[in-house]
């Protein structure tokens, strides 16, 4: 990157870390620390959640899949829109879970359930949280390396350091002291300020990518150059997608139904809250505050995908053609290390830059073809014999041709990617874990990396600021969450006799720089085999596979036991850990086991019977290089299993005359403790759908204006308009490529346009005025010890007392 770019990506973190440096000196209690001391407004918490959020690595697996599979999957997301938008305007689970006043959800867990179980449900968020924010560094930190054009390496005193290790070990100090300074005040603090900053960044390079390319002449065309059954933009033409498909979009609804309140990434900002209201709307204001961040990154991912793929960029220096063999060139020297592959390294590295295929290298191309042409050929006789027939005397019938137009489509594809499939398959010859990982940084950074080549100096510099304050406000908020929830949920019940404050806020920072320490770790020597996406579904159903039902069901229904949380949490557990070893394990052990025993017809004829009722979405064929279950169809299976269980054990377990006391939990009736009462009009036409979207006695006029306008918005528009009216007009007179590219480009593009203007100045007024009211409130607030996460009889400490009064006097307790 040029100087000036630097300059605009280092003076605002050095303002930002400033700012949070002296926010410190609020922190007086644990409950600060962990909490902000529960005075955060909604615009404050809105507007620095989503910074902590949308992480850069989300960004990045945002646009690997983008690339993989186009954005019409997402259309049919709307789909849940009624059900998700009831949900979120009522506050379902959040509400709930801010009205217990509980600092984590293992706190929860114990009120509800018991101690062991809270050990144990920390335990497994611990290890799956963990995991799946240890790759965060990694990610970014290559990013930076791709993006800004560093060298792979760096030397220093005659020693070379990878530098994306040197980048993550800058990037994980400075978060880990940030998150050590003030723990969630700091972190709310920081987000907010880098979002208030980054409003208007938004829209300056949103007005650069439509003033440097066409919608209708560049980009249009761009996307729409793909066979038959893989459209980019119809949702109707998706039928050949694999990973990112409708089943993908499925499994994420039933994830938003089921894991509402389970993933405690940024747990910090559902505990923050004046009061369960404050925290509901900020939820509900989350409708509107993306505005021009949400377009940017679409318009981005777009532009980049235009690059690589149209015609009219492959050739001259700064064409897709050099930045493809720039990419290729740098993963293999990032990844391709160890002396083992050190002839493959240095005839791929010849063919990339001669582009001359050399007897040493076409025979390591001719030993991976001939691989692949032997498992083809055993797939096709174990879909010949898994339909009752018997075995082939002679080869399989060939399928019929594809069209004119679809075979021309995959050449021009195959073309644009040969080079790296090459190296791949040259590396895979070697190493087919190594070639693995090749693949997959590539198909990361490759976005990333048009961008690079696209963007001028000053662009550059405003969208790597961008990036790096994505990457550091999320990896704060993780850091300090998992960091947390380990000191509160696995260490804290083993004590007998409770911290003091300062005892538990130095154990706190320790734990942090130890999160930040593993995670340097894991990201520098694991090898990343899959899709980001689909590592954090594996790596998240370690604990969301068999959570949601224990919080869900704690939070509504008194009849759920603690039996059937530890039979839901063990179950959804043990099977995402199996699925992982699976996963690792399957090119170098698995696969080669099964096919030296013989029974790699069987376990794919299996797979194919398993899968058949369900194909196009759900299609397993055995491969010896990935597992045929993806991490996402995993997920989607360990919820099913455990859903059933809490369910079952519960209704078996249950005693009629013993139900879990829920207004004590959640502070209600005689047990009263903060913020209005809340009551619900009496139930009639009139009032029904008030009551749908969760107005009640604590709606101001502009929490009414509020709910309505995100009601008629989203219902209204989104899912009638965009989703139910499309949907119907399609199946009558389909529109066509001319017609969805039009259709995309207004409702992406010019009404997320007019919504971003007003949204920016917005939620700037509202962020603001909010911080700065957080500063007011955190002056005037009251320290209580007793508030530390402990819980005693299924109450937590701070309520013991109000508790025993409530009970003894049976009135309300003010």
Known sequence: MHWLDWLIVIIPIIFVVYVGLRSQRYVKSVADFLTAGRVAGRYVLCVSGGE?????????????????????????????????????????????????????????????????????????????GVLNYALFPAVGARFIVYFCGLPVETR???????????????????????????????????????????????????????????????????????????????????????????????????????????????????????????????????????????????LLAIVGLTYLNSDKYQGGAKGAVACRTELAIKAVNDVVTSEKLAPARDEVMAYLNTGTVTPGLQAMLDKTAAIKVKEEADRAKIRYVGRGNPAPTEPAAQSAPESAATTAAMDKQRAREERMQNVGDAIQAVDPGASQT????????????????ILPIGITGIFAFICIFQMVSCDTSYILSWSSIIVQDVILPFRKKPFTPKQQITLLRVLISFVAAFAFCFSYFFGQVDYILMFFAITGAIWLGGSGPCIVGGLYWKRGTTAAAWTAMITGSTLSVLAIVVQKYWVSGIYPWLHVHGLVDNVAVWLERCSAPFEPLIKWRMSSEKFPINSQEVYGITMLISIGLYVIISLITSSRGRVFNMDRMLHRGIYHREGIKVEYPRFSFRTMIPRLIGIDNQYSRGDRFLAWSVFIWSFCWGFLCCFVGVAIW???????????????FFNNFLLAGAVGAVSTVWFSIGGTRDLWRLFRDLKQKQINDLDDGRVVGHVSADDVELVEKAESTGCDSE
């Open 52 to 128: 902590a959020g949308m992480g850069l690595i989300s960004l990045v697996a945002v646009y690997e899949s983008y690339y993989k599979s186009g954005f019409a999957y997402g259309f049919w997301g709307a789909l849940a829109t009624p059900i998700m938008l009831i949900l979120g305007l009522t506050g379902y689970c959040v509400y709930r879970f801010r009205e217990t006043r509980a600092m984590t959800v293992g706190q929860f867990l114990e009120i509800r359930y018991s101690r062991r179980f809270r050990l144990f449900a920390g335990i497994m968020q611990s290890i799956s």
């Open 438 to 453: 090749f693949r997959t940084i590539f198909g990361q950074m490759r976005v990333p990396m048009a961008l690079r080549f």
């Open 156 to 298: 220093f005193l005659g020693l070379a350091f990878p530098t994306f290790a040197l980048i993550m070990a800058i990037f994980l100090s400075l978060e880990a002291f940030v998150a050590t300074k003030g723990g969630q005040i700091t972190t709310i603090v920081t987000n907010c300020v880098q979002g208030l900053l980054s409003y208007p960044l938004y829209l300056v390079i949103v007005a650069y990518v439509i003033f440097r390319f066409s919608w209708f002449k560049d980009m249009a065309p761009a996307i729409l150059d793909r066979p038959p059954g893989q459209s980019l933009i119809n949702p109707f033409d998706i039928t050949q997608l694999r990973d990112f498909n409708l089943l993908y979009v499925l499994i994420g609804i039933m994830s938003g139904l089921v894991n509402r309140m389970s993933w405690s990434g940024n747990q910090g900002y559902t505990v923050s809250a004046k009061n369960a209201h404050e925290q509901k709307m900020a939820g509900v204001l989350g409708t509107w505050r993306s505005g021009f961040e949400g377009m940017m990154f679409l």
């Open 730 to 744: 399609n199946t009558i007179s389909p529109w066509g490529n001319v017609g969805w590219t039009r259709w995309f």
